[in-house]
């Protein structure tokens, strides 16, 4: 790589965090907290190409394709702290949306920055994970150049594979691999190079958004509550109730009843108590429907006035 650190923006050093080490805890504090301010509007900037990449994923998974987020350091712990939060959330299989941070589950305790330097290590993750066909892969990487996520995004283009880049710096050689890039130019750290902290955060929010409107795209959501989640703790059983309750107004009482037909699935429930169906003819509505809860639901009423 041809490119040098120092013009990088997210290598500058901050005009207004210039005496950090001088001041007390609040103005500290203050400091970092208007530089915060500053992440939301740039990721405000890219929401026309994130839309972009969302609707391609959407198109792609409802295909069988999968997710596979890359990344290295920070950007490898927030691609997989995403990918993790998916089934729990949605209902989805651990497969479906993955993770995959240079040097393994180890690096996300220990750090080991030598792993993004090597390119052909990517290469080979993107070979191991068996990457293809409607299959989309995501790069992150705060200063666009880590070789790891390079190598990734390049073999999974060669397959013709959907791919997407996340940096935080303008014209990233990232850019070139991506089908879509997404460049969040949050500008320069509190502290100098420090990407954990602003270009961390506009890498969390896109994670967020990306996956979220995946997965409503998908049917996962009905109005805005988690349907399709996993109540395995007495807090998400009891959410689940609660979702019940919320989408068709009914007791908390009937919704436990309900909880339990439905074998503790919130979306199912919710189509027996609206269509006044069993949990078999529910599951067969929401298939047809595509998961769909309104779909599912307005077919049940058809078919029940005939």
């Given amino acids: 790589m041809n ?29 970092m907290n208007t530089e915060d301010k500053k992440v939301a509007y740039a990721v405000e900037a890219c929401l026309r190409d994130i839309a972009l990449a969302i609707d391609e994923i959407v198109l792609r998974m409802k ?18 702290l995403d990918a993790a939060e998916c089934p729990p959330t949605f209902g989805t299989e651990p497969d479906l949306i993955q993770g995959i941070m240079a040097g393994g589950s180890d690096a996300f305790h220990i750090a080991q920055e030598d792993i993004e330097d090597i390119k052909e290590e990517g290469v080979a993750e993107v070979k191991r994970k068996g990457i293809a066909g409607y299959d989309t892969v995501i790069g992150l990487s705060a200063s666009g150049r880590a070789a790891y996520v390079l190598g990734a995004l390049e073999e999974a283009k060669r397959r013709g594979v959907f791919t997407v880049s996340i940096t935080c710096n303008e014209h990233s050689i ?15 750290e509190a502290l100098m190079g420090s990407t954990r902290l602003k270009a961390g955060t506009a890498q969390k929010m896109i994670l967020n958004m990306i996956s979220t409107a995946v997965m409503i795209r998908l049917g996962k959501v009905y109005k805005n509550l988690m349907v399709d989640l996993k109540p395995k703790n007495s807090k998400l059983i009891e959410r689940a109730k609660r979702i019940i309750m919320l989408a068709t107004g009914v007791s908390y009482k009937k919704a436990e009843e309900y909880f339990t037909l439905s074998r503790q699935s919130p979306k199912a429930a919710i189509v027996m108590i609206e269509t006044g169906t069993d949990y078999d003819t529910a599951c067969e509505l929401l298939r047809k429907a595509g998961g769909f809860i309104s779909k599912a639901i307005e077919r049940g009423k058809r078919r029940e006035g005939g």
């Fill in 3 to 31: 490119d040098k650190i120092c013009f990088l923006v997210t290598e500058q050093q901050n005009k207004d965090s210039l005496n950090i080490d001088a001041i007390d805890t609040l103005e500290i504090l203050k400091i």
């Fill in 63 to 80: 295909k069988g394709g999968r997710l596979l987020y890359f990344g290295a350091g920070t950007s490898g712990r927030l691609a997989v």
């Fill in 174 to 188: 990232l850019d070139g691999a991506a089908d879509i890039h997404i460049n969040t130019i949050v500008g320069p």
